[in-house]
């Protein structure tokens, strides 16, 4: 089992609806960090948590460090959102990380 | 905040050769971080990279095979020694600062 699980794989959504990615993870970590990695490969940092809930924009993070999950929510999204979703966790320093699988996230007009 | 500069961008190289990868960061940094990505999955770190001492190689990676140097705080090098066809993938380097994370470019190997 890997210690990072993310789900779902993939996602096809129409253009406005509210997005939910899930984390799930089975270490003791320092942080928890998303990602988004679009179709050139480039990757952005997200968030970074620790515990309960960040907001930037559209993009809204939380974490629940007792049941070892986190949760990635996109409002209102829109086709530019497509992208690869990707959760990692820091294990032993808030940087050497443990990536999942990535959510594939493609938003139709 | 960080950028890096990471060359090459891409590479096509014969099975048996070695190839030297370069990031260098616009500030200094304690750690840097080497990924692979394989095609089609998500990223691997290899090793982390610490100025002055050797790098920290993850289960699965050794030495011998991805020699990194990391001569001061803005620059480390990763070499893909002897490569097979296996090699091919995009290898990136990272560094983590003030609660972000920031990524080189890239670097596109394609193994013949």
């Known amino acids: 089992k890997n210690e990072v699980e993310q789900s779902p794989q993939n996602l096809t959504a129409q253009e406005g609806e509210f997005i939910t990615i899930n984390c799930s993870y089975s270490?003791?970590?320092?942080?928890l960090h998303w990602l988004q990695q679009h179709p050139g490969g480039g990757i952005v940092s997200l968030f970074m948590l620790s515990s309960g809930k960040k907001k930037h924009g559209r993009l809204i993070a939380t974490i629940n460090i007792q049941e070892k999950h986190s949760s990635l929510h996109i409002t209102a999204s829109h086709p530019r959102d497509s992208a690869v979703y990707i959760c990692?966790?820091?294990?032993?320093?808030?940087?050497?990380?443990?990536w999942g699988a990535g959510t594939k996230l493609i938003i139709k007009p | 905040s960080a950028v890096i500069s990471q060359k090459p961008s891409r590479d096509i190289c014969q099975r048996g050769t070695s190839l030297t990868i370069q990031c260098q960061v616009d500030?200094?940094?304690?750690?840097m971080f080497w990924y692979r990505q394989q095609p089609g999955q998500s990223l691997t770190l290899i090793a982390t990279?610490?100025?002055?001492?050797?790098?920290?190689?993850e289960s699965g990676f050794v030495i011998d095979k991805f020699p990194i140097s990391r001569p001061n705080l803005t620059f480390s090098t990763l070499t893909v020694s002897n490569m097979s066809p296996e090699d091919s993938s995009i290898y990136l380097c990272?560094?983590?600062?003030?609660?972000?994370?920031?990524f080189g470019e890239g670097s596109r190997l394609t193994v013949l």
């Open positions: 270490v003791g970590i320092s942080a």
């Open positions: 990272s560094v983590g600062t003030g609660g972000e994370l920031f």
């Open positions: 500030s200094q940094v304690t750690m």
């Open positions: 990279a610490n100025q002055g001492s050797e790098a920290t190689y």
């Open positions: 990692a966790v820091g294990r032993d320093s808030n940087y050497q990380l443990i």
